[in-house]
């Protein structure tokens, strides 16, 4: 594959941060936030914005995982899950408000999948959705609350973040053209 674009650990840092004080802006006052990353991709940019969050508020943000693998629908054309980490909350969801995060949204399906796993494990009184990189091609009419940057690909694209959260500067965005 050829590498189309290259977005750099500051600019990702950079739409944390956004993301960051946007949330910050609508809940300031929320008890029960819970920042939760979408296993595997959502994991290090879940965490990134979890500490963005703590930094800014001086208050402990909750962080949690939810694995879709049994809520995929595309299950049955591939029957055996690669491994990932399993569904941990840090909390009885029941009454809180989440923020599911993920690094990209393409279709919709993912993020559908782990809106069912969350109301498996509970109710909450909110999710909403933070995306890092919203690559467009939507087939499911769902849509980030909270977005760092937009970057319109073709569907057969393939658009693979690295991120560390530890070591964010590090981290980069990469589309590839097949």
């Known amino acids: 594959m050829q590498e189309a674009k290259r977005i750099e650990g500051?600019?990702?840092?950079?739409?944390?941060?956004?993301i960051?004080?946007?949330?910050?802006r609508d809940h300031a006052g929320t008890k029960d936030l819970v920042i939760?990353?979408?296993a595997d991709g959502g994991i290090g940019f879940g965490q990134a914005l979890a500490r963005d969050l703590q930094k800014r508020t001086k208050r402990d943000i909750r962080y949690g995982t939810v694995n879709i693998t049994f809520h995929r629908d595309d299950i049955a054309r591939k029957p055996i899950p690669k491994p990932t980490r399993r569904t941990?909350?840090?909390?009885?969801?029941?009454?809180?408000?989440?923020?599911?995060?993920?690094?990209?949204i393409f279709t919709g399906r993912s993020v559908r999948?782990?809106?069912?796993?969350?109301?498996?494990?509970?109710?909450?009184?909110?999710?909403?959705?933070?995306?890092?990189?919203?690559?467009?091609?939507?087939?499911?009419?769902?849509?980030?609350n909270y977005l760092g940057f937009c970057e319109n690909t073709t569907p057969e694209q393939n658009v693979v973040l690295e991120m560390d959260p530890d070591a964010l500067n590090a981290s980069s965005l990469c589309?590839?053209?097949p």
Request: charged fraction near 20%.
């Open 88 to 104: 941990q909350l840090p909390l009885d969801i029941e009454g809180a408000n989440i923020i599911l995060a993920d690094d990209v």
């Open 113 to 144: 999948a782990a809106i069912n796993e969350i109301f498996d494990q509970g109710r909450p009184a909110c999710v909403q959705l933070a995306i890092l990189c919203d690559r467009g091609n939507r087939r499911l009419p769902i849509q980030p």
């Open 175 to 177: 589309i590839y053209n």
């Open 20 to 24: 960051g004080e946007a949330i910050w």
């Open 36 to 38: 939760v990353g979408i």
């Open 10 to 18: 500051t600019e990702l840092v950079a739409a944390i941060r956004k």
